[in-house]
């Protein structure tokens, strides 16, 4: 990689501890405020723990709202981090080294705040432990045959996995760190982190092997956890909601907007830590790649649900499309198709994916484009299904915005914590990429 | 107190560390360990350390994860069985899905244990032995000797241009 020359090793170690610098003005310009909306939010919640389910805007027919729509939002941005991660660690493809250590850091806060919802939109939130697999007083398992469960199962898994999988990635440049620190308390503490990790041969052999299994089992993980969450949807018989095409769908729907996510999350931190030998422009021309990719497989998916719908000649199907394309909800869909077709289409061309201030900009309306997506499939679906006499309008309340904007505060609080802390790009990976050093050929 | 002394050489170059590595078996020395601060395949292929054992953890966790989601699913129904809409108490499809995720959790829990495990990380290297340029830009080759070899090792370590060079009981 020749923008990558002018890197050494002990340039990378410097670089990269550097970024763990006592926190400055402009961290805790954004600190505060992100402790201010997951304040906020936090009181949103238990203002609704308190006053009940009914200041969430719920509303016959629609009891799945801006809740799930955040839930399913959430899984879907922790995807891309393990695609980076992982898939990409098999495929061999070097572009992910300098990008993965932030995209699975945001893998797993995206996770711990995906979580969260499925209890927050509880009715009983303090009863979530009855989602746990054990028997009730009377002796009375958990149903296995529901998909709600199969959720429970593949969101832990998938946050057990893909933490592991961020941790071990990370005990090598710990220990980098553990060498570098001076002070007695994060020298003990990261001390106790690295795991004493020493990098002789011996450790390297069995963690390169472990790293690859990881690898190995994230990868069918990543795209079993979002099959899992679309079949929330396609095992009940809703119009919009019980269709085949579920599964892929929302994989690259998941992948699409993790990938927006990370654009969004890794150009500023390139400006303001100065990593721009370390996320280079082929690094985002690959992102971009795998956005056109992505966008191109979710811009199909739109137009074949509306070509089965009409296929099928079922009217509550095709009276579905119909209204989520020209009903009172259709400005939310047409938001959806712009961002997530039409805005990604000027990546195909080389000198737009490599011009880093569009890159944000399409990065933006992803995020946008892919919340409005979840919220078409979810509250569509479910405010216009098969009995014209149970159609209903939801109008999402400001308890419900007020913890939805708490939650990106509570992912951005996480994010800004590790950005302090741990090393945010893989030191013993970027030095894999460079010229290994050799006396022979410097003589 | 034993017998037994590491001697530890710091290299800038890999070659050079590679070659030391192959002067020190051709002298006898065959109890070596190689520091790196990244995994490098020429080391390995240097070392010649036996294939890991990490995969049958890996294979091992998996397969138990399988039958424990096999078990978990099928007993617990059958232990009170509800007959919902005429549909099978045990019913394989919707339960693949638990079996596939204990499947992987178990399979990526005995994974991190066969590497705490395997890779001996604390107790493989005395910390006396250890040097931090290891994790930065150096490579070290650790030598375990007995006392009365430890010359020829440093005479070794030297003649091959080593930076630095630290002894220690092991």
Not at chain 1, 61 to 80: L, N, Q, R
Not at chain 1, 201 to 225: C, D, G, I, K, Q
Not at chain 1, 395 to 422: C, D, H, N, R, Y
Request: proline letters at 5%; a neutral charge; aromatic letters at 16%.
């Amino acid at each position: 990689m020749s923008e990558q020359s002018t890197l050494t090793y002990a340039r990378v170690n410097d670089d990269v501890i550097r970024m763990l610098d006592k926190p400055t003005f402009k961290w805790w310009a954004l600190f505060i405020p992100t402790l201010i909306f997951v304040g906020f939010g936090l009181f949103c919640f238990i203002h609704q723990v308190y006053s009940g389910l009914g200041v969430a805007g719920y509303r016959h027919p629609v009891f799945w709202g801006v809740y799930i729509t955040d839930f399913v939002f959430w899984v879907g941005i922790a995807h891309s981090g393990t695609l980076i991660s992982a898939i990409l660690f098999l495929f061999r493809a070097n572009f992910r080294m300098s990008i993965y250590r932030i995209a699975e850091g945001m893998t797993v806060f995206a996770v711990l705040t995906a979580g969260l919802f499925p209890i927050i939109h509880l009715g009983r939130p303090w009863n979530f432990y009855w989602l746990f697999p054990y028997p009730n007083q009377r002796e009375l398992w958990v149903n296995f045959k529901s998909p709600l469960l199969w959720d429970v199962f593949a969101v832990s898994t998938y946050l057990t996995v893909s933490a592991l999988f961020f941790f071990i990635g990370m005990i090598p440049d710990i220990a980098a760190i553990r060498d570098r620190v001076t002070e007695v308390p994060r020298k003990i503490v990261y001390s106790i982190l690295s795991l004493g990790w020493k990098g002789s041969n011996w450790e390297w052999l069995h963690y390169s092997r472990a790293y690859l299994f990881f690898a190995a089992f994230a990868t069918p993980l990543v795209l079993s956890v979002h099959s899992v969450v679309s079949w929330d949807f396609a095992m009940s018989n809703l119009p919009g909601w019980h269709t085949t095409i579920f599964a892929p769908y929302f994989v690259a729907g998941a992948i699409f907007s993790g990938l927006g996510m990370v654009i969004t999350l890794t150009v500023p931190i390139r400006k303001i830590f100065h990593l721009e030998d370390y996320i280079t422009l082929d690094n985002y021309d690959g992102m971009a790649k795998l956005i056109i990719l992505t966008s191109g497989i979710v811009g199909y998916a739109y137009a074949i649900e509306f070509f089965m719908a009409w296929y099928s000649g079922s009217p509550a199907e095709w009276g579905q499309f119909y209204y989520r394309a020209t009903g009172e909800y259709a400005l939310f869909y047409w938001i959806m198709v712009v961002c997530n077709v039409l805005i990604p289409l000027p990546l195909w061309f080389k000198s737009i994916r490599r011009n880093i201030k569009i890159l944000f900009i399409v990065s933006i309306f992803i995020n946008i484009g892919m919340w409005f997506e979840r919220f078409n499939i979810i509250v569509l679906s479910l405010s216009h299904g098969f009995d014209p006499a149970a159609w209903g309008i939801y109008k999402p309340s400001w308890v419900e915005l007020g913890i939805t904007v708490g939650s990106f505060a509570w992912f951005f609080m996480f994010f800004l914590i590790f950005l302090k802390t741990l090393p945010s790009v893989s030191i013993a990976e970027m030095k894999e990429l460079l010229p290994v050093p050799r006396k022979e050929a410097k003589t | 107190m034993s017998d037994k002394q590491g001697v530890l050489g710091i290299f800038s170059y890999l070659d050079v560390t590679i070659e030391t590595v192959k002067k020190l078996r051709d002298s006898g020395f065959n109890n070596l360990r190689v520091f790196s601060p990244f995994p490098n395949h020429e080391i390995e292929e240097v070392m010649d350390e036996p294939e890991s054992i990490v995969r049958f953890f890996t294979l091992g966790g998996a397969m138990l994860g399988a039958a424990c989601g096999v078990a978990f699913t099928v007993l617990t129904s059958m232990d009170w069985p509800i007959s919902v809409s005429a549909k099978p108490i045990v019913s394989l499809p919707p339960f693949m899905v638990i079996i596939f995720e204990l499947t992987i959790l178990m399979g990526a829990l005995a994974t991190l244990l066969g590497l705490l495990i395997n890779s001996r990380l604390r107790r493989d290297t005395p910390r006396s032995m250890y040097d931090t340029r290891l994790s930065e830009d150096k490579f070290g080759v650790m030598i375990t000797c007995s006392k009365d070899g430890v010359k020829d090792v440093e005479e070794i370590l030297t003649s091959q241009g080593a930076e630095d060079i630290k002894f220690d009981g092991v």
